[in-house]
């Protein structure tokens, strides 16, 4: 264990996710984040947004263990964060779906890696398969799937899982803006009936308010966090009827003032 995970295995933190001072190079020159603070609470729902660049998707990979910190701590559950934790799950921007599985093998490969039995897996793979709307399609491989019928089995597979931690890369940046909506309705159901935590990477202000009970605007410096906004929308949520919500424009707003001064 390097000197940072064992000061970070004795921190004693109310957070379900905390990050301090953390600092990320990229070789020897370059800095990509630094001096970076964050705190996120057990089953809150935070988005990352910034410029191109700002270290967003770096910060979610120190945070998921694949990067290592330069300096500064990251602590998970109270541990430091580390790579292939049995309490986190990590949802690409890609659905890196199996082309030789169909969508039901897909939903039931990540329990199966859990060592959980062929008929409990079996079931609850067609319940998170159902919950997605895709028990038409259980049969089917990814190969005759759309783009946004690919990332609901891949939000199917993660959520089957039951992890405490789901840490997304823009899972939806290839999609749509109307496969969008109907995305993110989907993501909120099973966010809400998961109680997990969630860290959210997205370049979308309307994504981030829509998902989010908090909303993180990065530096382009990546030298930590410039503003946090907080999103006061009751939940349930209906991403359609956001959009006709004075409030969720006020918040649009109010993002986009701070993510252009966070390029200034």
Request: proline content about 3%.
């Amino acid at each position: 264990m390097n000197a940072v995970a064992g000061e970070l295995a004795e921190i004693a933190s109310p957070f379900h996710i905390s990050v301090r001072g953390l600092a990320v190079n990229f070789g020897l020159a370059r800095k990509v984040l630094s001096g970076v603070d964050l705190d996120v609470q057990a089953g809150e729902f935070v988005a990352l947004i910034g410029a191109s660049g700002c270290g967003k998707t770096t910060l979610l990979n120190v945070m998921a263990g694949l990067v290592p910190a330069a300096g500064g701590m990251v602590a998970v559950a109270g541990r430091p964060a580390a790579a292939g934790r049995s309490d986190v799950c990590y949802i690409l921007a890609r659905d890196a779906l199996l082309p030789w599985r169909t969508v039901k093998g897909n939903v039931e490969y990540g329990l199966e890696l859990s060592g959980v039995g062929r008929g409990e897996r079996e079931r609850r793979a067609m319940v998170y398969i159902e919950k997605v709307g895709l028990e038409s399609y259980r049969d089917f491989y990814p190969s005759r799937l759309s783009q946004g019928m690919r990332q609901r089995v891949s939000l199917a597979r993660a959520f089957a899982v039951g992890r405490n931690v789901y840490l997304m890369d823009e899972p939806f940046s290839a999609l749509d803006s109307q496969t969008k909506l109907l995305l993110h309705d989907q993501l909120l159901s099973l966010w809400e009936s998961s109680g997990a935590t969630v860290v959210f990477v997205t370049h979308d202000i309307g994504e981030a308010i829509t998902l989010a009970d908090r909303v993180i605007v990065m530096s382009k410096q990546g030298t930590g966090v410039v503003d946090e906004v907080r999103v006061d929308l009751a939940r349930p949520r209906s991403a359609e009827a956001l959009q006709e919500d004075t409030r969720y424009h006020d918040l649009y707003r109010r993002t986009w003032a701070s993510l252009k001064a966070s390029t200034a």
